[in-house]
């Protein structure tokens, strides 16, 4: 059977490398602490799993309109409007079944092959194979830890080529966990490239505030959904924001290849969004607790944090005193200290040399994984010597 040279050199998801791996000793009786995986270790709000129970017995349980339910479409818009002060019409968003076929269908609608986009680097792991499956090409433009990784616009514009058809932002960001200044993202806006904007961390941010495209310009598609702020993971919803013109080529594509979103959790994420406010509060506020427990314990033991992150739930730490191969490095520290982390080699060539470490775990987790790594650094050094 032919394999296409795409799906032979799409690169591996480094961190799902790193959780299967994990898994195997795990199955040997082992207790790994889990630092690499950024996914909520809370449950989801009572609320939402209500409605779901509810939209269940109601028969809410076939195809919706290609779009997404209506009252979830007023709900997202309702939120855009209380948050950002932007009005958007129920018309501009598209409902799909989490923030990965969203990227997938946007990078669909916009590029023809040989087309660009630009990442920053560090980026997401999974950005660029969204971007080449659709036989796209990838621009990378550094973003380094003495700016507090921060895009330095002067640089995008540098890279814009008459093939450029969109500028990513992500912020928070992962892996950094940095938030794009409001003054950065107006200057991006103005580089007259339409801006696609990656807003799922949106709501977990502990100092400042975040900001979404859509106060700086309309020439942008926002990418968000449900996963991360509210702990539905599993649920598998997302939305796309998109400018008028790109809805109907969106929309055919999500009758094409999705139908629609799942119907009964479309009406769990309007009780999301409505009534989930106290529990994403609380959730926030014990984030920020294992993120001021994080940091200065990854100081402590040598690894490089110059500037605090602030939003999401990552730290993505400078450990080249260590070593400059951070693959190995974090399957040695998994392997010997039974601790998992990600390889900053997954976000781009400009995070080798870094860990990622995630604090979506509870603040005892994180401090039994500060004490395994000083004891496999300790040995480290030792066994250097």
Same mark, same amino acid.
């Given at each position: 059977m032919n394999i296409s040279t795409k799906a032979r050199d799409i690169s591996p998801f480094l961190v799902m490398e790193v959780m299967e791996r994990a898994a195997d000793i795990e199955r040997g009786g082992e207790r790994v602490i889990h630092l690499e995986v950024g996914e909520p270790d809370f449950d989801t709000p009572e609320c939402v799993k209500e409605a779901a129970r509810k939209a269940l017995k109601d028969g809410k349980t076939h195809y919706t309109h290609s779009l997404g339910v209506l009252e979830l479409r007023e709900a997202i818009c309702e939120t855009y409007a209380r948050t950002y002060g932007v009005e958007v019409s129920p018309g501009q968003v598209l409902v799909t079944s989490g923030t990965s076929p969203a990227m997938t269908m946007i990078f669909a609608a916009l590029l023809d092959p040989g087309d660009e986009v630009i990442l920053p680097d560090p980026y997401y792991a999974c950005y660029p194979n969204f971007i080449l499956l659709q036989g796209g090409r990838v621009v990378t433009v550094p973003v380094r830890e003495e700016d507090g990784f921060q895009y330095r616009p002067e640089e995008i514009r540098r890279a814009i080529t008459p093939r450029t058809r969109g500028i990513v932002v992500n912020s928070p960001s992962n892996p950094t966990g940095n938030l794009l200044a409001a003054e950065v993202m107006a200057r991006i806006a103005d580089l007259g490239v339409p801006v696609i904007s990656d807003e799922i961390y949106h709501g977990l941010v502990y100092e400042g505030r975040e900001?979404?495209?859509l106060e700086f310009t309309r020439n942008a598609v926002v990418?968000? &959904?449900f996963s991360k702020q509210f702990a539905m993971t599993g649920w598998r919803i997302g939305y796309l924001i998109v400018p008028e013109p790109l809805v109907r080529p969106l929309q055919k594509i999500q009758q094409n290849c999705h139908i629609c979103a799942n119907a009964f959790v479309q009406w769990a994420a309007i009780a999301a969004l409505r009534e989930a406010g106290d529990d994403v509060e609380r959730m926030r506020r014990i984030y920020n $607790?294992?993120?001021? =427990?994080?940091?200065?314990? +990854?100081? *402590? +033991? &040598?690894f490089g944090?110059?500037? $605090?992150? =602030?939003?999401? !739930?990552?730290? +993505?730490?400078n450990a080249r005193r260590f070593s400059g191969d951070s693959? &190995? !490095?974090?399957? *040695?520290i998994l392997e010997k200290a039974k601790v998992g982390v990600t390889p900053g080699i997954d976000f781009g060539k400009n995070a080798e040399g870094y860990l990622?470490?995630?604090?979506?775990?509870?603040? $005892? *987790?994180?401090? $039994?994984?500060l004490r395994r790594l000083r004891g496999y650094l300790e040995t480290r050094r030792t066994r250097i010597l």
């Open positions: 900001h979404s495209i990418i968000n &959904g $607790e294992r993120r001021r =427990t994080i940091i200065p314990g +990854l100081r *402590d +033991l &040598g944090v110059t500037v $605090e992150p =602030t939003g999401a !739930f990552y730290v +993505l730490a693959y &190995g !490095f974090a399957f *040695d990622r470490f995630s604090y979506a775990r509870s603040v $005892e *987790d994180i401090r $039994e994984g």
